[in-house]
């Protein structure tokens, strides 16, 4: 795992009637840094953590990065979690959302938990194969209903002793990755959902909905122009469709020498996600409802 701090765990525990209690939970940073304090006059200046190859250097003092708001494993850790029941076909019976206290017992680095996944042996590895058969359902559904299949291949620096470049990693993204990237989309979807729904004085609340409208024609026209060289079609008929379209793309020219080009290309046709009150939902991902409840540079896409 390439992760510089540790903001987020799973949980997972079987349930009587057959169902699956899955947790997601994120780091409480708002218990130790108050609107006003001197910790939030700091943050405020620094804006963010900056992360380099090999370190990080965080907006919130060291101890409170990787100490008191680090769930560690073994250690009782301020959090707050969405809890969902969910059967085997990942369809989501019930949900809480709320503040906790959890206790990891253990850490996984990604190549680990991949390694359990493949060779379906390793500690909880029955927890572990569970929850990735339930993740893959959910990302099964999320194509089906019309998310857009993006691929982008992840760089890394290899670095010498000295912390000096020596070399390029490509990094793909397996089940090992998948498994929490799913599960972390329907966190921030649910959040998104249920704030979306609470009224005061018939009035939504404020709320940092992330959304991603659809393609803009001007960008998306000379790139159907760009694709079509190459034999590939598109339907513009609707947004559906587009997204259809682009699924296909990116199905058929896996493997083809023009893969590359055609997915950052099709990557830069897209309008940006961004923040906003205003909720138009998140075109890239097929969510009504969507926002960073978890980490924005965590494991979730656009």
């Known amino acids: 795992m390439d992760a510089k701090d540790f903001d987020d765990a799973i949980s997972y525990r079987k349930l009587k009637n057959g169902n699956h209690e899955i947790g997601v939970h994120i780091a409480d940073v708002s218990h130790y840094v108050t609107p006003g304090n001197a910790l939030d006059d700091e943050a405020y200046q620094k804006a963010t953590s900056v992360y380099l190859p090999d370190r990080v250097n965080p907006m919130l003092p060291e101890h409170i990065s990787n100490v008191l708001c680090s769930l560690r494993p073994n250690e009782d850790k301020l959090a707050f979690s969405a809890i969902f029941q969910i059967t085997d076909k990942a369809e989501v019976k019930q949900y809480w959302l709320g503040k906790t206290v ?3 017992n253990r850490r996984y680095t990604y190549e680990e938990a ?4 493949e060779s379906g042996e390793g500690d909880h590895a029955d927890v572990i194969l569970t929850v990735n058969n339930i993740s893959q359902t ?4 999320r194509f089906d209903e019309g998310a857009i299949n993006f691929n982008s291949t992840e760089v890394r620096f290899k670095l010498d002793e000295k912390g000096n470049p020596i070399g390029i990693v490509l990094k793909e993204s397996k089940e090992a990755h998948q498994l929490i990237e799913e599960l972390m989309l329907l966190a921030n979807r649910y959040v998104a959902r249920h704030v979306s729904k609470i009224k005061i004085n ?6 940092p ?3 991603h409208d659809t393609p803009d024609e001007e960008k998306l026209l ?3 122009a760009f694709a079509n060289k190459f034999g590939y079609k598109f339907d513009i008929s609707s947004a559906e469709a587009i997204a259809a379209s682009f699924n296909k793309l990116l199905k058929d020219v896996k493997g083809r020498p023009e893969e590359a080009v055609l997915q950052q290309l099709g990557i830069r046709t897209m309008a940006k996600a961004k923040y906003t009150e205003s909720n138009v939902g998140h075109y890239g991902l097929g969510f009504e409802h969507y926002c960073h409840f978890t980490s924005p540079s965590g494991a979730t896409p656009m």
């Open 102 to 104: 959890i206790h990891s």
């Open 114 to 117: 991949q390694q359990i996944i």
């Open 138 to 141: 959910l990302r099964k559904y």
């Open 202 to 207: 018939n009035k939504s609340i404020p709320f």
């Open 209 to 211: 909905y992330r959304i």
């Open 222 to 224: 000379p790139f159907i």
